[in-house]
DNA sequence: CCACGGATTGGCT
DNA sequence: GCCAATCCGTGGA
């Protein structure tokens, strides 16, 4: 995989912004999450922001509660739920302390590690390659594929073993701005996005 | 204390 | 397309 050194990941004040400013540039960047000696490598192609204080989709805004605590905080962390008794969910807190927005993670696309997230979530690998964007195209599909559960919630995303790389740029002519998928509440805002295209997105 | 339902997925019709 | 699976945070009694 492409070299990752201290250098390379992406800092804390890059998600010290607003959510809706800072889920389309979320758009290809490269998540990453360190297993053991390996690394889970996959770029970020769908994502939807969740804004404190106007969002009534938002998790944070009925106030701080012991399961949204992480997303109080300042951005750079991870904040992981559980959901439907069965699957996780991982966000990328951004902006303010006390601001309680974050980016949900809809989709990536798979770099490196792909046998391990074959494993992750089917318990074998060598899929055919048919059955390759199934692996992460959904949000809790991904957190299968990278193992991401309760214990990684708060982690820092400035740090291993949970961070992102800059990637590719993506233009904006390449980025679709829609609704956001699975909610009740602040059902027309577009603040969905994703690449245009892109085979692992989960829906059109 | 208890009942409700969710930022989902996958299997069956 | 429909719906069950399965946990636990949350809110009302």
Redesign the pocket.
Known sequence: MSSISPKTIIPKEFYLQDPVKLAPKLLGKIFVRKLGDIYLTGKIVEV?A?RGKDDE????Y??K????DV?FREGGFL?V???????F?A?IVCGKKNEGS???I?AVEPIDGINIMEMN??GKTELPYSRRK?LT????????AFAIE?KDNGLDLTKEPIFLLKGEKILKNEIVTTT??????SVDLLWRFYIKDNPYV?KK
């Open positions: 939807e969740y989709a938002a998790h944070t009925n106030g509660t012991k399961r949204n997303m904040y739920y559980f959901t439907y008794g069965m699957h969910c966000n974050a980016i949900l809809r979530r089917f199934l195209n959904g949000p809790a599909k991904f957190c299968s309760k956001r998928i699975g909610i009740k509440k989960s």
